[in-house]
């Protein structure tokens, strides 16, 4: 069983920056970060492979967001970027037992209880 917290949200002008991290209790493989806002599905946001070589980002975050991990320290950073409003939702890392991430969030086994992000126009 892996246990993963999330930390570094808060509430954040539009236009700022913030890290989110993912922290784990032991090995993990591939990662994704998803998001929930209020009323609406959660949606992925951005994956990472097990030994970081493969990334991949929901189009409304490309090049702004950057994924990346420390296997060394178990941990996975999601680096936002010109936050805007539209991206306040509470962020969850989730992991799965595969190389591969995935962008479909039934498909990974443990997740994190997620973490706020509240981005003010």
């Known amino acids: 069983q892996v246990q993963l917290v999330e930390s570094g949200g808060g509430l954040v002008q539009a236009g700022g920056s913030l890290k989110l991290s993912c922290a784990a209790s032991g090995r993990i493989y591939a990662v994704g970060w998803f998001r929930q806002a209020p009323g609406k599905e959660r949606e992925f946001v951005a994956g990472?492979?097990?030994?970081?070589?493969?990334?991949n980002f929901a189009d409304s975050v490309k090049g702004r967001f950057i994924i990346s991990r420390d296997n060394y320290k178990n941990t996975v950073t999601l680096q936002m970027n010109n936050i805007q409003p539209e991206d306040t939702a509470v962020y969850s890392c989730?992991?799965?037992?595969?190389?591969?991430?995935?962008?479909?969030?039934?498909?990974?086994?443990?997740w994190g209880q997620g973490t706020q992000v509240t981005v003010s126009s």
């Open positions: 990472i492979s097990s030994n970081g070589g493969s990334t």
């Open positions: 989730a992991t799965r037992r595969s190389y591969y991430f995935s962008t479909r969030d039934f498909e990974y086994d443990y």
